[in-house]
């Protein structure tokens, strides 16, 4: 599924990369711990969470992360916006809980 | 702790060796080393198989010297067979490695965890992406591990 759907079907806010929404998500990973994520996301998933600093990026980026949706309503720091930049991870972010976030995703993806 | 492993003696002139200083704490940076090492792993064109099990270890062991090292450096030494990192820092070293290697044992401060990281998941996950895992540390000295990652 395409990038754009998800934010298209969240009413999600992109922060930045919108030029990257084309890019392919397969599925969906919640967590708050980083070396959780890093562990068990899979690839080209889109990764839902409440931590708005840079090192959520340089995780997205090492294990192939389509995207990066923060929930609840929390904003990226500006350094992780400008590390997303240049990384190229699109963040975006809702704000919807990440139950009900997972749950509209969980719907898309599992089709 | 300075003492080179029979291992050292298989690395050829043939080898990438790239070597990072990382600073303690310092959070912004921190991911940078293991980044390189990555983009590196993409040119040389190992399969994507290897290359997340580098990342992940080579980020765990990166965040381990950021968190608890004062500082260190993060080493890879490459060569079509296999990937050697090696993470030695000069922190306050583990008192008990089996303790160390229990999922969800942490020894990190509050502020860190708030932030995600000291889940006690960094060396067992560098284990489950290792061939080979050695920790050689000195209380009050610092840790050296050394990672090795075979390429089939």
Do not use: D, P, Y
């Given at each position: 599924m395409k990038l754009s759907e998800i934010v298209t079907e969240l009413g999600a806010e992109v922060?930045?990369?919108?030029?990257?929404?084309?890019r392919e998500v397969k599925w969906c990973y919640c967590s708050d711990l980083l070396s959780d994520v890093m562990a068990n996301a899979e690839k080209d998933s889109i990764w839902i969470t409440l931590q708005t600093h840079p090192n959520t990026i340089a995780v997205a980026s090492l294990i192939n992360l389509s995207a990066i949706l923060i929930s609840r309503g929390a904003s990226p720091d500006n350094e992780t916006v400008e590390k997303a930049i240049r990384e190229n991870i699109p963040v975006l972010t809702t704000n919807l809980p990440t139950f009900e976030a997972a749950g509209i995703l969980y719907k898309m993806l599992s089709k | 702790m300075d003492k080179k492993g029979p291992?050292?003696?298989?690395?050829?002139?043939?080898d990438i060796n790239l070597q990072y200083a990382i600073k303690g704490l310092d959070l912004l940076a921190a991911g940078e080393a293991s980044s390189n090492i990555k983009h590196t792993l993409q040119l040389i064109g190992f399969s994507p198989a290897i290359i997340r099990k580098a990342a992940i270890a080579a980020y765990e062991a990166e965040m381990n010297i950021v968190i608890h090292g004062r500082q260190g450096f993060l080493k890879a030494v490459i060569n079509p067979k296999r990937i050697e990192l090696i993470a030695e820092d000069t922190g306050p070293?583990?008192?008990d490695i089996d303790l160390a290697m229990t999922e969800g044992y942490s020894t990190a401060p509050d502020y860190i965890r708030e932030m995600g990281?000291?889940?006690?998941m960094g060396l067992p996950n560098i284990k489950n992406c290792a061939d080979e895992l050695t920790i050689d540390s000195s209380v009050g000295k610092g840790t050296i591990l050394r990672i090795i990652i075979n390429n089939y």
């Open positions: 922060k930045c990369c919108a030029e990257s929404l084309q | 291992k050292e003696q298989l690395t050829t002139s043939k070293g583990i008192h990281f000291g889940a006690g």
